[in-house]
């Protein structure tokens, strides 16, 4: 599904951590906020605005949140495979900002979460789609801007996010609780 990384010290590694510390040296402090806000579900919840009241919130909150964990132990077992360095392990002029743990850089874990967090929102919200998409790829090109990641990591964080999202939301299980989601809130 997703390509290997580069070797370390290759020209194609170099190429990303080249596009690392140029997004490091033009970062603007709205950046820096922006990268430094928490990823989770509260995190979309101005795209989707008072449509929130229109389902049940809390049933959206749990069906998410499950969906958010087992994705996340898929993903950390991807990430022990490659066990690629994050930029600011490989490079001291490297300033990470926010969540800057020397754990594996690739794929980004955060870009997988922010593509499936908006999908299943867009199933639930289909009118605000582009927007949650949007906010999705800003939040995963939001970790080569804080430096804990390459962009190789976002594209391809995003890709799985991607699979993941196509085989939760096509399992019986979401789709029966994404109706009663929706019905709830419109009775």
Wanted: proline share 7%; net charge negative; no cysteine.
């Amino acid at each position: 599904m997703i390509k290997d990384p580069p070797a370390l010290g290759t020209p194609k590694f170099h190429e990303e951590m080249s596009t690392v510390l140029w997004l490091q040296e033009t970062r603007t402090p709205q950046q820096t906020k922006f990268v430094e806000t928490t990823l989770d579900l509260e995190r979309f919840a101005p795209v989707v605005g008072d449509a929130i009241f229109e389902v049940d919130g809390p049933a959206l909150k749990v069906l998410i949140d499950n969906a958010i964990d087992e994705v996340r132990a898929d993903y950390d077992a991807v990430k022990g495979i490659y066990d690629y360095p994050r930029p600011f392990e490989i490079s001291s002029a490297v300033e990470p900002l926010g969540d800057a743990r020397p754990v594996a850089s690739y794929p980004s874990g955060h870009s997988i979460r922010a593509v499936v967090y908006a999908r299943l929102l867009a199933e639930i919200f289909p009118e605000k789609s582009n927007e949650l998409m949007d906010l999705a790829t800003r939040i995963g090109h939001g970790r080569v801007v804080a430096g804990v990641h390459y962009p190789m990591d976002v594209s391809e964080g995003q890709k799985l996010g991607h699979a993941y999202a196509d085989a939760i939301v096509a399992g019986p299980v979401f789709q029966q609780t994404a109706s009663q989601i929706r019905a709830a809130g419109s009775s």
